[in-house]
T-cell receptor, first 109, second 115 residues
Framework: KNEVEQSPQNLTAQEGEFITINCSYS?????LHWLQQHPGGGIVSLFM???GKKKHGRLIATINIQEKHSSLHITASHPRDSAVYIC???????????FGTGTLLAVQP | DGGITQSPKYLFRKEGQNVTLSCEQN?????MYWYRQDPGQGLRLIYY???????QKGDIAEGYSVSREKKESFPLTVTSAQKNPTAFYLC??????????????FGQGTRLTVV
C-alpha cells in the first residue's frame, strides 16, 4: 500500500463545477504539498500546509492532521485548470518527500 | 527571487550516451533531491543529499550518479547503465535548519527522451 494515496485518479468536470481532490497518508508528516503538473511536464507548487486551510485565488487546500487527510478544492473550474494534481508529504521514517500518484483533471468547456 | 532552476526543460540523447541534468538552487537549502516520474506513476526518489559532499541512494538509484560539491548544485547523471532512461526528472530542495515547517521547493522538471 502506498504511503500517500490520492483520489480520484481521474476526474472529468464541466466548466464552472466545484472540484475536490483528496489525499490520505499513513505516515507522520511535518508538511504536505499540493503540486500542479501541466501536460508539458512543468511542475508548479500550489500550497504547502502543516495545519488548517490556505486559499489562493480559486484554489483552497485543507489539511486534517488527526485524520491524516488533505483536500484540494477548485471553485468555478476552468479548462485551463486541466492538469495533474499531485500531493506530496514530507515525513515518514526517513523524513523524505513522498509523492502520491497524482489526479488527472480534465475540465471541459 | 530565490528558487530552483532545472535545465534544460527538454533533452534528447542517443541510446548509450551518458547525460547530465542540472539542478541549481539559490535558497541556501541543505537538502536536495532527484525524482523520476513515469507515465501513470508517482514520483520516485533516485538520490538525495542532506549536506554538501554527502548523498544517499533513494529507491531507484541504479544507473544514476550524483555529486554535491557545492551547496547550490546537485547534478544528476543518467548513465548508459540505466535501462529505461526516458522519463520526467524533478529536482527538489528544502531547508533542514531550525524551521519547523520544512518547506520544500521544486524545479520545473526535465523531460529526457532517449532515442
Amino acid at each position: 500500500k502506498n504511503e500517500v494515496e490520492q483520489s480520484p485518479q481521474n476526474l472529468t468536470a464541466q466548466e464552472g463545477e466545484f472540484i475536490t481532490i483528496n489525499c490520505s497518508y499513513s505516515v507522520g508528516i511535518s508538511a504536505l504539498h499540493w503540486l500542479q503538473q501541466h501536460p508539458g511536464g512543468g511542475i508548479v507548487s500550489l500550497f504547502m500546509l502543516s495545519s488548517g486551510k490556505k486559499k489562493h485565488g480559486r484554489l483552497i487546500a485543507t489539511i486534517n492532521i488527526q485524520e491524516k487527510h488533505s483536500s484540494l478544492h477548485i471553485t468555478a473550474s476552468h479548462p485551463r485548470d486541466s492538469a495533474v494534481y499531485i500531493c506530496a508529504v514530507l515525513g515518514g521514517a526517513t523524513n523524505k518527500l513522498i509523492f502520491g500518484t497524482g489526479t488527472l483533471l480534465a475540465v471541459q468547456p | 527571487d530565490g528558487g530552483i532552476t532545472q535545465s534544460p526543460k527538454y533533452l534528447f540523447r542517443k541510446e548509450g550516451q551518458n547525460v547530465t541534468l542540472s539542478c541549481e538552487q539559490n535558497l541556501n537549502h541543505d537538502a536536495m533531491y532527484w525524482y523520476r516520474q513515469d507515465p501513470g506513476q508517482g514520483l520516485r526518489l533516485i538520490y538525495y543529499s542532506q549536506i554538501v559532499n554527502d548523498f544517499q541512494k533513494g529507491d531507484i538509484a541504479e544507473g544514476y550518479s550524483v555529486s554535491r560539491e557545492k551547496k547550490e548544485s546537485f547534478p544528476l547523471t543518467v548513465t548508459s547503465a540505466q535501462k529505461n532512461p526516458t522519463a520526467f526528472y524533478l529536482c527538489a530542495s528544502r531547508d533542514r535548519g531550525r524551521m519547523t515547517l520544512a518547506e520544500a521547493f521544486f524545479g520545473q522538471g526535465t523531460r529526457l527522451t532517449v532515442v
